[in-house]
């Protein structure tokens, strides 16, 4: 069931880099199926019982379920107990063979069984080992649990979003975790490219919540300017008055976001309101911020006399960017999501067929991409370390007897 090596193409930008993924749930998986898309070898080292999230209901193919699949692509699954010191001596050879080690438990989990940074580090010099945790390796937090809401939460990022004046409410994508994956992987990319520099590899800590606090860009900026404490923000833009959420007349929801003094102009054409276009206090946009309920109130009347559609193909036509807000089944029937790729169909070994979103990183001299079905637990066990470990059947077959490795079986997927 294992897929070789050379069929874990993704875009190909960076094929002979080897991964070992010690990651669960999302943050982590995130990070190293995005260096699996861009052609690494992957292996997600699991625990015996596997990736908890192979069973976070309501929705399955097969036997594992839709969250597990939609971030597990291009990997291969060792199911190992590093608990063990048969483990820990495995994770210690795989080490040696590597150029990343990525792991995103607790801080100190690692430790417990004798796994660090300086103890791979004298084992292979050239390692990148990343860290990604919820407040990073210290600070008065480092011990605290932490997932995606918390991370939303405490980073002020949840404060900001919601209607204006109403409760604040988390982002409807996990924001906290998959930034962090996405900053895990920047960071681990800039040490390898240092790492041909200077033939030293690197420690990397990654917080969810720096990445959270990065992120909030100029609504940071303005407070630490002002002083003011920004609430929720609603449908609209802080600075700009034509950058904002219109109710149509069939209900549905129409962004524009004209933030430039054509866009402004071109986007009174397209309403056939001259009259604010011409109107000397609306002219720049300092001017149109003072008076920017004013403008509110024009755009609300004139959104509400067609449907959200037919705006759209008039503001297209004027070039003012525009988009009605999407449901999941509009995105993913989308045209242009389609025609980029952006919904990623995966068939299993079994004859499972995944639909997944896709990747988005584009090359022009990496061929036509090549994506594998996320593995079963253990799937790989077997093959990685015979392949890549030179071990025998033999040594294989002593290391599951004693627990320590698990191997796929039809019997032994995760129920």
């Known amino acids: 069931m294992s897929m070789p090596t050379e069929q874990l193409k993704g875009v190909g930008l960076i094929p002979g880099l080897r991964i070992i993924d010690m990651t669960l749930f999302l943050s982590g998986p995130y990070a190293t199926q995005i260096l699996g898309d861009l052609g690494a070898e992957v292996l997600k080292i699991e625990p015996p019982t596997g990736d908890n999230t192979r069973v976070l209901p309501p929705n399955f193919i097969g036997e594992d379920s839709a969250y597990y699949l939609s971030c597990n692509r291009n990997k291969r699954s060792i199911a190992l107990d590093y608990r063990k010191p048969e483990g820990v001596k495995l994770l210690e050879e795989l080490a040696a063979v590597s150029d990343v080690f990525i792991e995103n438990l607790k801080p100190g989990a690692m430790a417990r069984s004798g796994i660090t940074y300086e103890r791979f580090k004298a084992i292979n010099p050239r390692l990148i080992y990343c860290s990604i945790s919820g407040f990073g390796q210290d600070g008065p937090y480092a011990s605290r649990p932490a997932y995606d809401m918390v991370i939303q939460a405490m980073s002020g990022g949840m404060s900001l979003t919601g209607e204006r004046n109403g409760k604040p409410v988390r982002a409807g994508i996990p924001l906290a975790d998959i930034s962090a994956g996405m900053y895990a992987v920047i960071g681990i990319l800039a040490a390898l490219l240092r790492r041909e520099q200077t033939g030293h590899g690197e420690y990397l800590d990654i917080s969810m919540l720096d990445c959270q606090v990065a992120m909030l860009s100029y609504q940071a900026a303005y407070y630490l300017a002002s002083g003011k404490v920004p609430g929720t923000q609603g449908r609209e833009h802080e600075s700009i008055p034509s ?50 309920q004013r403008i509110w109130s024009a755009l609300e009347a004139a959104f509400a006399t067609r449907d959200a559609d037919e705006w759209v193909e008039l503001l297209v036509a004027h070039d003012v960017p525009v988009s009605v807000v999407n449901t999941l089944d509009r995105v993913m029937s989308d045209p242009q999501v389609r025609h980029r790729g952006m919904v990623l169909g995966l068939d299993g070994p079994d004859g499972e067929h995944l639909e997944v979103a896709g990747n988005p990183i584009k090359v022009a001299s990496s061929g036509l991409e090549s994506h594998s079905y996320p593995p079963a637990l253990g799937e790989g066990t077997r093959e990685v370390l015979k392949s890549v470990l030179g071990k025998s059947d033999a040594d294989v077959e002593a290391l599951l007897a004693a627990g320590v490795l698990r191997e796929w079986a039809p019997a032994a997927k995760v129920a």
């Not at 003094?261 to 397209?270: E, H």
């Not at 309403?271 to 149109?288: A, T, V």
């Open 243 to 292: 950058y904002r959420a219109f109710t149509a007349r069939d209900g549905l929801e129409v962004v524009v976001t004209a933030n430039t003094d054509r866009m402004w102009q071109s986007l009174c054409d397209a309403i056939g309101r001259l009259d604010l276009r011409d109107d000397p206090e609306l002219q720049g946009r300092k001017s149109r911020y003072q008076h920017r």
